[in-house]
């Protein structure tokens, strides 16, 4: 189901707001990737990036076409691990979120 142009809005409003906001749009986003979700993932990705810093500025920061972002982090995105990384770093860079990776022991 597509967004709503108002929803979109709101939630840019908040990002640009509310810095655990920000985070949690970008933790989900990897986790789900970690997590083997890859269209789930690359859907939080685009979610990120449009709440935060757009593709327009995301594709002057990483070198890329912001129409080839977009086309990356679709229903049928194949981003390489060049790319989505470089893409996780910007958001960092330009969200002032910095996530890092602790390793869990599964209880299974």
Not at 58 to 84: C, H, Q, W, Y
């Amino acid at each position: 189901m597509p967004l709503t142009r108002a929803f979109r809005e709101t939630v840019r409003a908040r990002a640009e707001r509310d810095l655990l906001f920000r985070e949690a749009l970008l933790r989900q986003a990897v986790q789900d990737l970690l997590d083997g979700d890859a269209a789930g993932g690359r859907a939080a990705m685009r979610e990120a990036i449009n709440a935060t810093i757009g593709f327009e500025r995301l594709g002057e920061i990483v070198g890329k076409s912001p129409k080839s972002l977009m086309r990356m982090f679709g229903p049928d995105g194949n981003p390489t691990a060049e790319n989505l990384l470089a893409v996780i770093r910007a958001l960092q860079i330009e969200t002032g979120v910095h996530l890092t990776v602790q390793a869990a022991a599964d209880a299974a």
